[in-house]
């Protein structure tokens, strides 16, 4: 388990949290609780709810998709200092995606109640946050886009589909 | 760093998760491609003679719906038009792109699941084999700009188009049958079969202290004349396929066709059908694989014979003991189940073991294990999937340091 101090240290380094201020920053820090996980473990699954997300302090991540049976799509990897669950902490909705531990992991939790408190008691951290998210949500989109086409241009192929020449 | 400007597009790959079947969370990463296999591989319907295909009456009009049924297991599909209409293209000739196109243009669109998913249904049917195209192959269509590859690809093409064959062979196996072929399927034979191996093995030993002096034989053009006892051999190989045809009318099965083809575009070879033989009893499928096979081992023993008696250092003695090892080479490789060839041993070996899958699911698991993939729980069945793989790889490299060292010593 890593103390406050050693958070505040990690949290620096995180991208999202890179424009907070280090006072507004350690009452974060405070707030996040620790989580750890085996490999191969599930953390939750597409479906479940939750009002939560989560930072990966060590260890590694993979963010899957049901597809068929036991099969899943990987949507992507995600390693210390990436971040992930952030939606349904906005719109409550059942998790997209399931998480599943690729190598023993440690987690911070963040949940609406700290989130709230520190929209509360620094509207500047908060606003700068949600500057990071948003960029990080572009990010993802543009990826996610480039996955489609991925897939598109995979299935294409798997069918043998000449599409240029038809 | 960014791709050469002609560089041949990356292939798209998938990343998977497969979860583990009563592991908990356990899971495997997979990395899948598009499948160039897949996209070049022609799918083969079974042999007509194992399949019926009937249409069911529709009371809708247009609605054509018709009923697969799988002879030799029992199992029917039901099948829709378009469905049927891809069966038809099945001959395992046409690569599945082929296919996909001649979909496009009988029904003017193209439903990607239409095909996956009915491969997937005859497959579990027992109604379908996947044979992929050679890595040969699929280097020249990659390179199909360059002339001296389009014209190999268009010449292995021809080749594989070339089968001369008969479906109308049954009075003519039943023929040589009547006419003394009920004799091979006697106790007799057996036992001259038996005293052949003993004699011919015998005439071996004696020749292997003078093999050097027996090969000088070949004189000056050894290479040649290596390539002339292949040719002779080739023709055994016929006689391999009707001995196969004469068993099925000993267990009063049909032979459905004989003839010759281009294995693989280059390959001479004769085939028969012998898939009647599945619907007799386990004892007739094994007696059908090994007679075969048994061809080579007397028609080797006779050849080393011959070249005992031949005159020391002559051209028959050479000719007749390399024709005697190609022989006894053959009746080994048909009959030896380890060497990733599906020939009669592994017939025999699938059938007795129940998994009619061995080679193809051996591969895929150890080829995962290669690839770093977590091994699953340790069965019997991974144990002989593993067994198979090493037992198969050291044979072959075995085979290849034994012909190598052959040619070797022989020029």
Known sequence: MGTSADTHVFLRSVRLFRNIEGPELGILADSLRERALKRGQVLLREGDSGDEMFLVRSGSLVISKAVTGRVEQVLARVGPGDFFGEMALFDRSPRSATISADNDAVLLVLDRAALAKLTEVSPRAAAAFFESLVLIFIERLRASGDLVAEVTRWGLEATGLDVETR | MAEAPHAPPRRARLELLVRREDEGDGFEL?????????????????????????????????????????????????????????????????????????????????????????????????????????????????????????????????????????????????????????????RAAVVVCALLAVVGFAAGVRLWPDAERVVSGFGKSPLMAVISVKLLFLLTVG???????????????????????????????FYVDVTDIFMGSRKARVVTAVSGALVHLVLGSVWLLVALRAPMGSFLQAFAAASGIIQWQAFVVALYPFCFIEMDGYHVLVDVLGIPTLKHDA?????????????????????????????????????IAFNVWLIVHAT
């Open chain 2, 30 to 186: 997979r990395q899948i491609g598009s499948g160039v296999a897949f996209v070049q591989s022609r799918p083969q319907r079974v042999a007509a003679s194992s399949f019926e295909l009937a249409e069911v009456a529709s009371k809708v009009d247009g609605q054509h719906s018709f009923i697969l049924k799988n002879t030799a297991t029992d199992r029917f599909l039901l099948l829709s038009g378009p469905e049927r209409f891809l069966w038809e293209q099945m001959d395992g000739r046409t690569s599945l792109q082929d296919i996909a196109t001649a979909y496009v243009l009988r029904y003017g669109e193209f439903d990607f699941e239409i095909i996956p998913h009915l491969i997937r249904k005859l497959q579990r049917a027992q109604l379908l084999t996947m044979a992929p195209t050679s890595r040969l192959r699929q280097a020249l269509a990659r390179n199909r700009r360059q002339p001296v590859a389009k014209m190999a690809e268009s010449a292995l093409f021809a080749l594989e188009r070339v089968n001369i064959s008969s479906r109308n062979v049954q009075p003519f196996f039943r023929g040589i049958y009547r006419w003394g072929g009920f004799l091979l399927f006697t």
């Open chain 2, 239 to 269: 006689a391999h396929q009707l001995v196969h045809g004469l068993a099925l009318i000993h267990y009063g099965r049909r032979v459905r066709e004989f003839g010759f083809t281009f294995l693989h575009g280059f390959v001479p070879t």
């Open chain 2, 363 to 399: 591969i895929g698991y150890v080829g995962g294990l290669l690839r770093g993939r977590r091994p699953r729980r340790f069965t019997r069945e991974t144990a002989l999937f593993v067994g198979y793989v090493v037992v198969s790889t050291l044979s072959v490299a075995a085979f």
